[in-house]
């Protein structure tokens, strides 16, 4: 929301992120970097005023971190959006797209870890 | 100023995505197990961060896109696209299995990178080799007159 009042854009992380390589379709690489600055630096910050930093697990490794990455990364920019784009500032403005879009990554999120954990 | 407004807003998302837990893969992943309900397994609680979430973006949208428009910036850019086509759904769907997979999504992968952890940087280098391979082949395909799903500013 601070995003759209101040550049006037979605603060869609997928699509920031996608943005910041070539071909580049408008000016605003500079502001997208900045952006995603911000992003890596918040853990830095939370580091440096409470001493410490959350718990972050990563369970996965190696092969299944490329193809997660890749799949996150694919389906992200194919389906025009990801979980800020879609789930929270497209739920936002009550776009139709976004609902469907959120449903489905909902819907195939929670079939992958029932697949992961409770078949495998 | 418009940059350094762009790295702050940056830093408080990631500083939602650190402090509610989205930066914890383990956590998003007790959330999307909803076979654990049954056993006591199953996180709730990231639904509500999620809804707060919507609940703050809506509100702040009514009011802001009244205002005649941004602050840095010569107007609005709001996704105008209402066709439900087949990337709609498929898009998601790919991204819904790796995100279930791992138990990142874009922003919390890219705040991981803050962490410093060797797993957040694989997953990050192969989410852009994604994100890249898929922009590359919309922009083919919408030289054949299929919009590409970038020019739609969705996301």
Redesign the interface.
């Known amino acids: 929301m601070l995003l759209m009042a101040l550049t006037g854009r979605i603060a869609g992380v997928s699509g920031i992120a996608a943005r910041l390589f070539p071909p580049y379709d408008d000016a605003e690489l500079a502001g997208r970097l900045a952006f995603v600055a911000g992003l890596i630096a918040a853990p830095v910050v939370v580091l440096l005023t409470t001493g410490q930093l959350p718990t972050q697990t990563i369970q996965a490794n190696g092969s299944i971190l490329v193809l997660g990455g890749f799949l996150v990364g694919f389906g992200s920019v194919w389906g025009s959006g990801c979980t800020s784009g879609h789930g929270v500032c497209g739920i936002s403005r009550l776009s139709v797209r976004s609902f469907v879009a959120t449903i489905t990554f909902m819907a195939a999120g929670f079939a992958t870890v029932f697949v992961t954990r409770h078949l495998g | 100023m418009?940059?350094?407004?762009?790295?702050?807003?940056?830093?408080?998302?990631?500083?939602g995505?650190?402090?509610s837990?989205m930066?914890?893969?383990?956590k998003v992943?007790n959330f999307?197990?909803?076979?654990?309900i049954g056993t006591g397994g199953w996180d709730p609680s990231l639904a509500f961060v999620?809804a707060g979430?919507?609940a703050?973006?809506?509100?702040?949208?009514k009011w802001?896109?009244k205002?005649p428009?941004?602050?840095?910036?010569?107007?609005?850019?709001?996704?105008t696209?209402?066709?439900?086509d087949a990337?709609?759904?498929?898009?998601?769907?790919?991204?819904?299995?790796?995100?279930?997979?791992?138990?990142?999504?874009?922003?919390p992968?890219?705040?991981?990178?803050?962490?410093g952890?060797r797993?957040?940087a694989?997953?990050?280098?192969?989410?852009?080799?994604?994100?890249?391979?898929?922009?590359w082949?919309?922009?083919r395909s919408s030289l054949s007159g299929i919009a590409s799903?970038?020019d739609?500013?969705?996301?």
Not at chain 2, 32 to 36: F, Q, R
Not at chain 2, 56 to 61: C, I, L, Q
Not at chain 2, 69 to 79: M, S, T
Not at chain 2, 81 to 84: D, G, M, Q
Request: glycine share 16%; net charge neutral; charged share 10%.
């Open positions: 418009a940059i350094i407004g762009q790295f702050v807003i940056g830093l408080i998302f990631g500083l995505l650190v402090l837990g930066s914890d893969p383990a992943l999307l197990d909803l076979g654990a999620m979430a919507v703050v973006t809506f509100a702040g949208y802001t896109l205002r428009g941004p602050l840095f910036g010569e107007k609005f850019h709001v996704p696209s209402r066709e439900l990337r709609i759904v498929a898009g998601p769907a790919i991204f819904g299995v790796g995100w279930g997979l791992v138990g990142f999504c874009p922003g992968a890219l705040t991981a990178l803050g962490f952890t797993a957040a694989i997953f990050v280098v192969a989410m852009i080799a994604g994100m890249l391979l898929a922009r082949l919309a922009n799903p970038l739609q500013l969705g996301a």
